[in-house]
C-alpha cells in the first residue's frame, strides 16, 4: 500500500483517512487515478458534489462521496450521475447486514475496509475487476454476512465472495487461528484468498497455462469434496502431506488440502508480499546489512526465478520486522517459510499476473520491487 500526501499541508495521509488530522481538511479517495486527496464542496451545486484536489477547475469530473460513507466508513468517490451513488467498491457488495444490526454493521464496515485495500491492489497490479450487474458469468460480487443470524460459510463460488463477518471479530478469530493452528488470519488474507479463486480460471485456463499449473500444484480435477473431507478427518496422503512435510512444498497447512487451494493460498501470498514491500518502499524503509546477506543467502535456490528479486527484498524486510516484532515481546510478525518449491510457485503467479495486467490508474504496471528498492 503506497503512501499518501495532503496536498494543503503535506501531512501523510493513510488509505482509510476521511479527514487530515494535521490541516482538518476533508478527503476521498479517487479509484480511477488511485489518488487519495482532499475534497471540497462544489459551490453553487449539489450539496454532495466535490472537487478532488487543489484544483477548482470546473472541467474535471464531476464527482459525489460514496452513499456509503457512514454505514461502511467508505472515503470513495464515485461520478455524481451514478443514481444510487454507491462507489466501485461498495457496488460489488450485493448482501450486507440489515440496518438495526448494529454489532454486524461495525463488521461489515471493517470487511469494506479491506476490501477497499483488495480492490486498490488489483487495480494497481492491472487485474480487472467487473461487477455481477456488469458481467453476470464472469463478474464478481461479495456477499457479507453475519453467522449470528444464518449459517455463513467463507468461500467463493462463481464469482460470489462470501465473508462470515465473525471474522471481523479479533476475539473470534483468534480463537479459530488457534483451533486451526494456523500462524495467520486476517480479514483481507480472507478475502486475498477468495480472489484467487475467481482469478484462477482467467489466469490459469484462460490463458492456456493448465498444464504448467499441474506440473507445480497437481491436478485440479481430483474431487475437491473428497480433499476436502479428507483435509478435515486428518488424514495424510501423497495429495496431504503430513504436517512435518508440508512447509517445504506449500506456502500453508491449508494449501495441502487441494491443487485449488494451494493456488489460492499462494495468490493471496503473492498479493500480501507485494502489499508489504510497496508499503516499505514507499514510506522510505533502508534495508542493509546484516538482512541484505541473510535474504541472499535464503534465496540461493530460487535466484533463477523472474519473482526473485522481489522475494529477496521480501525475506530481508521480514527479518528486520520479526526482529523488531520480537524486541516488543510479539513474537513473529511474519511466520512463514519460502522453500524453493514455493518460490516457483510464487514466480508462476507473478509472471500470469503481470502478463494479464491491463492498464492501471498511474500508468505501466510497476517493475517488482528489489533489494535496490528498499536500500
Known amino acids: ?47 454532495n458534489e466535490v472537487v478532488f484536489g487543489r484544483t477548482e477547475a470546473g472541467d474535471g469530473d464531476r464527482l459525489q462521496r460514496c452513499a456509503n460513507r457512514t454505514v461502511a466508513s467508505c472515503n470513495w468517490l464515485v461520478a455524481i450521475d451514478v443514481p444510487d451513488g454507491l462507489c466501485a467498491s461498495c ?27 483488495l480492490l486498490h491492489q488489483l487495480n494497481a497490479l492491472g487485474l480487472e475487476i467487473v461487477g455481477k450487474e456488469d458481467d453476470p458469468d464472469r463478474g464478481v460480487a461479495f456477499e457479507f454476512r453475519s453467522s449470528s443470524t444464518e449459517l455463513v460459510t467463507t468461500g467463493h ?29 486476517t480479514v483481507l488474507g480472507h478475502l486475498r484468498h477468495e480472489i484467487g479463486h475467481y482469478f484462477w480460471p482467467r489466469l490459469v485456463v484462460d490463458a492456456g497455462h493448465t498444464e504448467e499449473f499441474r506440473a ?30 508440508w512447509v517445504d512444498t506449500h506456502v500453508s497447512e491449508y494449501a495441502t488440502m487441494h491443487p485449488w487451494e494451494d493456488w489460492a493460498e499462494t495468490f493471496a501470498h503473492y498479493l500480501h508480499i507485494r502489499a508489504g514491500l510497496d508499503s516499505a518502499n514507499s514510506f522510505g524503509f533502508v534495508l542493509g546489512e546484516p538482512a541484505l546477506s541473510a535474504s541472499r543467502d535464503a534465496l540461493a535456490d530460487g535466484s533463477g526465478v523472474s519473482v526473485g528479486p522481489m522475494v529477496q527484498a521480501w525475506l ?21 517459510v519460502l522453500s524453493p518449491t514455493v518460490i516457483q510457485k510464487l514466480d508462476f503467479v507473478h509472471r500470469l499476473v503481470t502478463s494479464a495486467a491491463v492498464s492501471v490508474a498511474d500508468g505501466p504496471v510497476p517493475d517488482v520491487a528489489t533489494v535496490d528498492d528498499v536500500t
Open 91 to 117: 457496488r460489488l457488495t450485493t448482501v450486507r447486514p440489515n440496518d438495526a444490526d448494529a454489532a454486524a454493521l461495525a463488521d461489515f464496515a471493517f470487511a469494506e475496509s479491506a476490501k477497499r485495500r
Open 1 to 47: 500500500m503506497r503512501s499518501f500526501q495532503c496536498s494543503v499541508c503535506s501531512q501523510v495521509l493513510f488509505f482509510d483517512n476521511s479527514r487530515c488530522l494535521q490541516c482538518d481538511s476533508d478527503l476521498g479517495y479517487e479509484p480511477v487515478s488511485g489518488h487519495l486527496d482532499v475534497i471540497s464542496l462544489r459551490e453553487s451545486a449539489a450539496s
Open 216 to 245: 507445480l500444484f497437481g491436478d485440479e480435477t481430483v474431487s475437491y469434496q473428497a480433499a476436502l473431507d479428507s483435509h478435515y478427518a486428518g488424514d495424510a496422503s501423497a495429495e496431504s502431506p503430513s504436517v512435518a512435510a
Open 157 to 185: 463460488d462463481g464469482g460470489v465472495i462470501t465473508l462470515d463477518l465473525s471474522e471481523a471479530d479479533d476475539a473470534h478469530r483468534e480463537q479459530v487461528r488457534q483451533d486451526l493452528g494456523e500462524p495467520y488470519r
Open 316 to 336: 530481508g524486510t521480514t527479518l528486520v520486522m520479526n526482529a523488531m516484532s520480537r524486541s516488543l515481546g510479539t513474537g513473529n510478525h511474519y511466520p512463514f
